[in-house]
């Protein structure tokens, strides 16, 4: 069971990263259109 739990909490930290990057990604590309 810990097993268990440790593996989703892993997947969720990573998807929580995942989620920040790509919205960083589409922040600056926001702001590069901007510019643009």
Known sequence: MMT???VLAGVVV???AAGAAL???FEWM???NIRA
Do not use: F, P, T, Y
Request: proline share 0%; no cysteine; net charge positive.
């Open 4 to 6: 268990i739990r440790r």
């Open 23 to 25: 919205a960083g990604d």
């Open 30 to 32: 926001k702001d590069l």
């Open 14 to 16: 990573v998807l929580l």
